[in-house]
Every structure is written in structure tokens, then in C-alpha cells.
């Protein structure tokens, strides 16, 4: 009878000395009395596969934005050198790390119903739409961001590719606006006053010339 596998990821060399990238599964074989009687091992030529990913890699390294790609259990699997950059870790610190050690204690908690029902139902999209993201830096300081999600088909699996932006100059320069129209109108409303009751002051004398 077969006894549980064991899979390990190893690098064979051909006859030629060239490299294979393999995928190697292996069960124990157990006799009548449920000792060891040998072992079956199945060889997987990865090669294929180690080359979508490392040209991923290389996309997602060219990316402008932080990004983050989680698997269905919503543990981080791949980071870019921009998200180390965006959240101060290194990406050792975050692989297979919950997604939501990236994202301030108020909003954790709300975080892993609402990606599981993006999971139920993967799909591009903005995520926040009309909300204020934030998220958490690894010295614990919080900044306003944009998210896109994207699902990825992998093998037999689908992963969310999250790409983040921190977007403090834009809510800067928001605000500073915001700042500015009101500071316009402020000014709008004192010179009608002033023009109102500068009116009325030349009324005044200028009705006694007249009479």
C-alpha cells in the first residue's frame, strides 16, 4: 500500500550538464504489516513553469506601483522591490504573511470577508471606489492609497494581483485646493460686503449735495 507523498522542489543535471528544474513526489511503499518496503518517486519536469514565472517576475518588477499578489487564502506569494520600497519591509518579512499585516487594525478585521467574496467572484476592479484606503507602513505610520485587483490564473489556482499606490500628494494637493476655493469665496463674500458698504456711506452724503 502507498503511504503519504512528500513534494520537493530539486535541480537535476542531465547527461550534458544542463540544468532541470524538477518537481519530485515521493511515497513510501508499505508491505503487509505496514512496514517500509521502498519508495515511488514521480519526476516533473518544471521547466516550463519556472519560466512563466521568472518572466512574471520580471513584469511585475517593471511595474510603476507597489505590488502584492496574495493566494485564496489571502497569504502574501510575490511583492515587488517597489512594494519593499512602499512598506518598509523586506519581502522576506512579508512572503506567506496574512495580506492584512498590511493594513491599519481598523480595517483588518472587516478585510478577510470581503476577500473572500472577492474570491467567490474574481474580477478586475478599483477597489474603494468612492472610500478612503489606508495603509500601514512597517513603522507603523498610515498613508492614503489607490488599489487595483486582477485575478491571475496559476496552474490549477487563481491568485489577486493588487497593485497600490500611495496617493498623499494627490489628497495634498486636494486638500489645498479645497483650501483655495474656500479662501476665494471667504474673499467673494468680504468685497461684496465692502463694495455693499462702501455704497451706502456715498449714498448718504452725496443725497445731501444733491438736496
Request: charged fraction near 25%.
Amino acid at each position: 500500500s502507498l503511504g503519504k507523498s512528500a513534494e520537493a522542489e530539486w535541480v537535476l543535471i542531465r547527461k550534458d550538464g544542463s540544468h532541470l528544474p524538477t518537481l519530485i513526489s515521493t511515497t513510501a511503499i508499505r508491505d503487509e504489516v505496514g512496514g517500509i518496503a521502498g519508495f515511488l518517486s514521480i519526476v516533473t519536469d518544471v521547466t516550463r513553469q519556472k519560466q512563466a514565472e521568472s518572466r512574471f517576475r520580471a513584469l511585475l518588477e517593471s511595474a510603476p506601483d507597489a505590488m502584492v499578489v496574495i493566494n485564496s487564502e489571502g497569504r502574501i506569494v510575490l511583492v515587488n522591490t517597489q512594494a519593499e520600497k512602499l512598506f518598509g519591509y523586506d519581502r522576506r518579512q512579508m512572503l506567506q504573511r496574512e495580506v492584512e499585516m498590511l493594513m491599519p487594525a481598523a480595517d483588518y478585521p472587516q478585510h478577510p470577508v470581503r476577500r473572500q467574496n472577492f474570491m467567490s467572484n474574481p474580477h478586475v476592479e478599483i477597489m474603494g471606489a468612492g472610500l478612503e484606503l489606508w495603509a500601514l507602513r512597517s513603522n507603523g505610520s498610515t498613508f492614503p492609497i489607490e488599489v487595483s485587483l486582477s485575478p491571475i490564473e496559476f496552474e490549477d489556482t487563481v491568485l489577486i494581483a493588487s497593485s497600490i499606490r500611495d496617493i498623499t500628494q494627490r489628497k495634498e494637493a486636494e486638500k489645498a485646493l479645497l483650501t483655495a476655493l474656500e479662501t476665494e469665496r471667504e474673499l467673494g463674500e468680504l468685497k461684496s460686503r465692502f463694495v455693499s458698504m462702501a455704497s451706502h456711506e456715498f449714498r448718504t452724503p452725496l443725497a445731501t449735495i444733491l438736496a
